[in-house]
Every structure is written in C-alpha cells, then in structure tokens.
C-alpha cells in the first residue's frame, strides 16, 4: 500500500517535534514494508508571514487528498495582535470543520515511571491512571454566533453555545464505542445545573445509553469533574464532553501525566482520515532551543498508525517504545525529575527510534 500524508508542522515548537515524529513515520514504513509519502503544507502564523493567510488554499486541498494529516502547533506573539478571525489558531478551527472532525480522542495515560513528575502526590498517582477524554470539536460556543458591538456600557462581546441532538449523538456513540473497548465505564461531563445545551446534552446521552446497556454511565458537573480529577484521576475510563469543556480538562489532565507535553490526539470525522496532533500549544518561548519534548507528537504519530494506516502492531511498538525511553530515565527539561538525564528534543526522537529498531531485532531473531 501506498499512503498519503499531509504535514503542518505549524509555528514555536511544532516544526521540531513534528521533525520527531516523522522518524517514526519513517520507522513504520520500514518495519510495515509499505509506503508513506509525505507532502508539508504551510499553516498558521508560518503560513500568513508567506501568504498572507493562515490557511492556503493549497494546505486545504493537500489535507484532503491526503490519507490524514499530522499538525504540529500554530500561534504566537508575534501574530497575538491580529483581529480574531485573522489569528493562526483558526487553521486549526477551520481544518477541523472543513475536514468535518467532529470527534477529538485525547488519551491521558501516567506511567507508573512518570509517577515523580506529576504534580500530584505520590499515593494518588502511584498506581498511575489511563483515561480518554472524548471531546466535541466542531460545534459549541467555538462555532456559535460570535461577534461584539458598541453599547451605552461600552463593548458587549458574545459568544453563543448551541448543540444540536445530532451533534451529540454522534459524538456520544464514538465515546461509547471507545467505553466497549476499554473498562466499561463512562463519564459524561457538562454543567446542566445552569446551561441548557447541557441538558440537552444529558437527555442525549442517556438515550444512547440504552444502545450500549454494558457500560456504566456517570453524569458528572464540569466544575466537579475538574476538581475530581486532581483528587482521583484513577476513578476516570472514558470522559465525553462537548468543546471547550474538553479543552479545558484535556490541559488539566495532562499535566496530571506528567507534563503538558507527554499528550497526544486524534480528530476523527467517522472514518479512516484523521488529524493527528500533541495537545500542547506552540509554545514560543522555547521554540527553536531543542527544548521541548517531542513525545505528544510522537504519540500522535501513533494514533495515526492505528487509525488512519490500520498498522495497529506499528502502533503499539512506538508506545511501547516512548514507555521503555521513560523507564531508562530519558527526560527533556518539561518533565525533568531527580536522578534523571535531561536531553533535547532531537535526541528524545533518537532515543525513541533506537528502542524501536532494538525491538524490531529481537522480534526478528526471536526463534
Ligand atoms: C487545543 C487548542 C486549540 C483549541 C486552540 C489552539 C485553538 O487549545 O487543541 O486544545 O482550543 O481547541
Ligand atoms: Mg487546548
């Protein structure tokens, strides 16, 4: 097979750990025997500083002749000055409604081994969590009427959350799939105490729940969930969520992993294509130092494997991989803790493929 890949590496960080995860793209198709070309696309701050807009037509139409697509990061400050619809970040917002990427996947998983760097105390992490946050991602108060207007009180801004049944029902069954594949359990978080797509939310829910009588459902308020989640993030299996409140407890839980940095995702749109991205942003202020750590991208690239390539063994060996580089110690500065060695973005991709390559040996000679 042949596939098609479209990379946007993006701006800060995202040019250098997309540069990682693209050896392991390279591994796979080594190890797989089949073939992957990858095609670099301009998007966000990078591709306004070239043409103008943080979108060319040319990325647009590369992603969609594309098998899936790996995106790094986009913004910064040097772009921060730009009227809202004109900022890198809607590269991102609008590849995900034109490309109909309706449902995020955002693991977060702590390694035993990464136990030191979380911020929590040890006997609440010490036997480490695996969650997946299921987040709404084109629809809710980021695609809701938006606008701001002169008042006799000065500006009034507004931003309106709306969800339709559709909407989340679809977004549902993808989180009560990914619950039959796990532990069972799911988690539905919103703030129906005050908001009315929130009730909606909670009616759809429990129908769709009766599709799947084999999971254990939880309605849960946003403001306890997020408070949950430092006192016990064990106790989580599947979070389903609608857009922003996703966003928000999908940066709390990773740093609960052990840095920000460590967390991948997957935007799927109910079929093969995805896009693949570390949940992290562009990080400016330690963009082109070889600082930042290149495993969300990574572990991005993973998902991509599994998803979009059907190379689920692929997949699994790079996770395995980025657990076995943790376990020897291997850190870059985000999640340094004592007793470990700090190395750069670059070597952190090396080290990864290195524990690949040993695998694939012993794989090999394996009688
Ligand atoms: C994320 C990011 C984006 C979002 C930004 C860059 C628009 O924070 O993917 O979590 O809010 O969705
Ligand atoms: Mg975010």
Not at 89 to 110: D, T
Not at 147 to 159: F, H
Not at 268 to 282: D, K, N, Q, V, W
Request: proline share 5%.
């Amino acid at each position: 097979m042949t596939y098609k890949i479209a990379v946007l590496p993006g701006d800060g960080v995202g040019p250098e750990v997309v540069a990682q995860a693209v050896k392991v793209l390279r591994w796979a198709e080594k190890a797989t025997g089949h073939r992957i070309i990858l095609t670099e696309y301009d998007a966000g701050g990078a591709a306004i500083d070239r043409s103008g807009t943080y979108l060319p037509e040319k990325t647009l139409s590369g992603c969609i002749e594309s098998d899936c697509v790996l995106f790094g990061s986009v913004g910064g400050p040097k772009w921060d000055m730009l009227p809202g619809g004109q900022r890198p970040e809607q590269a991102v917002l609008k590849l995900r409604k034109e490309l109909k990427l309706y449902a995020n996947l955002r693991p977060a998983r702590l390694y035993p081994e990464m136990a030191g760097s979380s911020p929590l105390r040890q006997e609440i992490v010490e036997n480490g969590f695996d969650l997946l946050i299921v987040r709404e991602l084109t629809g809710g108060i980021y695609f809701g009427e938006k606008g701001s207007e002169q008042t006799a009180e000065g500006v009034r801004a507004y931003d309106v959350e709306q969800y339709s049944e559709a909407e989340i029902r679809r977004i549902a069954r993808v989180a009560f799939e990914a619950a039959v594949g796990r532990r069972g359990t799911l988690t539905s978080v919103d703030k129906a105490n005050v908001l009315e797509t929130s009730r909606l939310f909670r009616r759809i829910v429990d129908c769709v729940a009766e599709e799947y009588p084999q999971i254990a459902v939880k309605h849960m308020y946003v403001d306890n969930a997020a408070m949950q989640l430092v006192r016990n993030p064990g106790q989580f299996d599947v979070i389903l969520t609608s857009n922003l409140f996703g966003d928000i407890l999908s940066d709390e839980a990773s740093v609960l992993t052990g840095s920000i940095g460590m967390l991948p995702s997957a935007s799927m749109g109910g079929s093969a294509f995805g896009l693949y991205e570390p949940i992290h942003g562009s990080a400016p202020d330690i963009a082109g130092q070889d600082a930042a750590n290149p495993l969300g991208s990574i572990l991005s690239a993973a998902m991509l494997l599994r998803f979009s390539l059907s190379m689920d063994e692929a997949a699994e060996a790079v996770e395995e991989a980025v657990r076995q580089v943790l376990a020897l110690g291997w850190r870059t500065a985000d999640m340094m803790q004592p007793g470990a060695d700090r190395i750069g973005t670059q070597e952190m991709g090396e080290q990864v493929i290195r524990a690949l390559n040993k695998m694939i040996r012993r794989t090999v000679s394996r009688p």
